[in-house]
């Protein structure tokens, strides 16, 4: 699964859903909301404007407990939408492995919530006994998924364009490469772990530019 923060690829998905017979799904409206009122309270906590540097400490203190509970409903929403998407898989396919992006965007506001949708998969796999790989995000963009070759201008917007002739949803594209650099993490030793730490990450990403030939792209 690829996670963006654009509304209208919210997660992409190597594999296409049953009822739907798509792989990318857009953000939830309630989510998006939800999303929206964090940036807002975030704001007036920080004090961005004028009017918010007169709020005293009793002020700010009841701003960061909505700040709290508007987090904890937006991990529920998220939760829900990452759940149905999974069992609908699981009902479908039975058991599979699942590699999830580990984008980390926007995360010390924590308004993307991909943080969150990364806990739910994980969770969800545990759950389920499924297994999971966390893969690390560099040149899961930039790799064609057919030919291999990396590029840092294949990208047109939401579309990725190799010169082999490939073309492709760039979000499906970064998808199928995250499902691919999983497998390979997968059968190469590299074992499931809740977190992608430093040195975690600094080892599979040189694996993974070894294994697939990933430096030196144009």
């Not at 407990?65 to 759940?83: F, S, Y």
């Not at 998407?85 to 580990?102: A, P, Q, S, V």
Request: glycine share 6%; aromatic share 8%.
């Amino acid at each position: 699964v690829d996670i963006n923060a654009r509304k209208d690829t919210f997660l992409a998905w190597s594999v296409s859903i049953p009822s739907t017979g798509k792989k990318i799904f857009e953000k939830p409206e309630e989510l998006s909301k939800e999303e929206e009122n964090i940036k807002t309270l975030q704001k007036k906590i920080r004090g961005n404007h004028e009017t918010d540097n007169q709020l005293n400490s009793a002020q700010r203190k009841g701003l960061r407990k909505k700040w709290d509970k508007a987090h904890k409903r937006q991990e529920a929403l998220i939760d829900k939408e990452v759940c149905r998407i999974l069992n609908e898989y699981k009902d479908t396919y039975g058991e599979f492995n699942l590699g999830i992006d580990t984008v980390a965007a926007g995360a010390s506001l924590g308004t993307f919530g991909q943080d969150k949708v990364i806990k739910s998969c994980i969770k969800w796999c545990k759950k389920n006994n499924m297994a999971h790989w966390l893969v690390p995000t560099p040149n899961t963009s930039r790799r064609c998924s057919e030919c291999g070759n990396v590029s840092k201008t294949a990208r047109k917007l939401n579309q990725y364009v190799c010169k082999c002739g490939h073309v492709q949803h760039a979000d499906e594209n970064a998808a199928e490469n995250i499902k691919e650099f999983a497998e390979a993490m997968m059968n190469n030793g590299f074992r499931m772990i809740g977190t992608l730490n430093r040195q975690y990450k600094i080892n599979s990403m040189v694996f993974l530019n070894k294994f697939f030939n990933l430096k030196g792209g144009q």
